[in-house]
């Protein structure tokens, strides 16, 4: 049972365009999400997060909008560039639930 | 600040021998530690939680008894894989919490069982 969703495999979008992923969540036990970048045989390296008491953070080029009531996050790179080309997770934790899940991951192509 | 140093990076190990990774926190005490392993394509698994002090807490499906962890102190945690198998060939990364710096990840070991 996936607790962390993201259905979209791949993306790709042309250099300078607005990347949006998605995210969705089961468990109402989740407060806090975090976003990450990764590369191939590298640790993921984390990106920007969101407490369940924000609808939106903001940091650069990302931003993560977050509806909790239809359990779902985005995130938004704006504007895209080649080296953000890379496999994006999504993850999930709770100040009562301290362990992170991640979804199966996104891998986005930013085409120059 | 917040680093979290994995080492090996990768290693060849030969079947029924078993392996040793080690998580350490550089700059930080670290009471829990998370282990995961991740397939060719596919999400991180989170396989145990690492407790300083006391016993790791397993995720479903994950065998203790193959997949030993001990955190002896608050800056390492060992995740030792016991008769390893060319199934248990993975990408494993470790994390730690730590305040004000969220969740940091190791660089990852990439173990190849022949």
């Known amino acids: 049972d996936q607790q962390v969703k993201q259905n979209s495999p791949s993306l790709s979008v042309q250099e300078g365009r607005i990347s949006i992923l998605n995210c969705d969540y089961t468990n109402s036990m989740f407060d806090y999400f975090l976003w990450y970048k990764k590369y191939p045989a590298e640790g993921p390296t984390f990106l920007i997060s969101i407490s369940s008491i924000k609808d939106k953070n903001e940091d650069g080029r990302f931003t993560v909008f977050l509806n909790k009531s239809a359990k779902h996050l985005s995130l938004h790179i704006v504007p895209s560039q080649p080296g953000d080309s890379a496999v994006y997770f999504c993850?999930?934790?709770?100040?009562?639930?301290?362990?992170?899940?991640f979804g199966p991951g996104t891998s986005l192509s930013v085409i120059p | 600040g917040a680093v979290v140093s994995q080492h090996p990076s990768w290693v060849i190990c030969k079947s029924g021998t078993s392996v040793k990774i080690e998580c350490r926190s550089l700059?930080?005490?670290?009471?829990?530690m998370f282990w995961y392993r991740q397939f060719p394509k596919q999400s991180l698994m989170l396989m145990a939680t690492?407790?300083?002090?006391?016993?790791?807490?397993?995720e479903q499906g994950v065998e203790k008894d193959k997949f030993l962890i001990n955190h002896a102190s608050l800056t390492l945690s060992t995740l030792t894989v016991t008769s390893a198998h060319p199934e248990d060939s993975s990408f494993y990364i470790c994390?730690?919490?730590?305040?004000?710096?969220?969740?940091?990840f190791g660089s990852g070991t990439r173990l190849t069982v022949v």
């Open positions: 994390s730690a919490k730590r305040g004000g710096y969220g969740y940091t």
């Open positions: 993850a999930a934790s709770g100040t009562s639930y301290d362990k992170v899940i």
């Open positions: 690492s407790n300083e002090g006391s016993k790791a807490t397993y």
């Open positions: 700059d930080f005490q670290a009471t829990t």
